[in-house]
């Protein structure tokens, strides 16, 4: 027999996972829910849709491996493993994802086996790195840069420390000359 108060919290509870959906679909982040035995995609929310071109029907037909082009079936299973064997509670990793119109993206992959409320399934949340990967570009590109600018000043710098040490050979050579040929005309100034 249910009780007001039970039935208050159901439809509390059932807002609330409602409201979840709503936050979950309108996420900025790529989310995927996928079957863990047969990995295909279950849901996928609007991100993930419109950045793939795929609709929610046909991603309903294809597994995560249809849009991971440079992911081998093989590794695929060795990154989920630790999942399935409950020895990792979610694992993270960097790939590539192919779109409908087959322009590829590189994208973070965070991925956890969720077995609440029946069949287990993974869900992915799935990070467009995009202007990460340019950002680290040019750092590269920048880095460099300053390390050819680096080894030019270098050599520039030992070439001047050459050209000083050859010119202070020179004024200690011109130096000593000097001194020498002072010293008898001072010599004989001095027996004077």
């Known amino acids: 027999v249910w009780t007001a108060t039970d039935l208050t919290e159901v439809l509390r509870l059932q807002a609330e996972g409602a409201r979840l959906g709503r936050i979950v679909e309108e996420s900025i982040d790529e989310v995927y829910v996928f079957d863990a035995a047969t990995l295909r995609f279950r849901n996928a929310n609007r991100s993930a849709r419109e950045n793939l071109g795929y609709s929610l029907d046909e991603l309903r037909g294809m597994t995560p491996l249809d849009i991971k082009p440079e992911l081998p079936a ?81 050599a520039e710098l030992e070439a001047a420390n050459r050209e000083f040490e050859a010119a202070n050979r020179e004024l200690e050579a011109f130096a000593y000359s000097v001194s020498h040929d002072l010293r008898a005309p001072l010599r004989a100034i001095d027996g004077f």
């Open 74 to 154: 093989d590794r695929f299973d060795g990154l989920v493993e630790p999942l399935r064997r409950a020895t990792s509670r979610g694992v993270r990793f960097e790939t590539v994802h192919r779109r409908k119109d087959g322009t590829t993206y590189p994208v973070e992959v965070r991925l956890q086996l969720s077995a609440e409320g029946g069949d287990p399934v993974f869900v992915a949340i799935i990070q467009d790195i995009t202007v990460r990967r340019r950002a680290e570009e040019a750092i590269r590109e920048v880095n460099t840069e300053l390390e050819r600018r680096v080894k030019t000043r270098t």
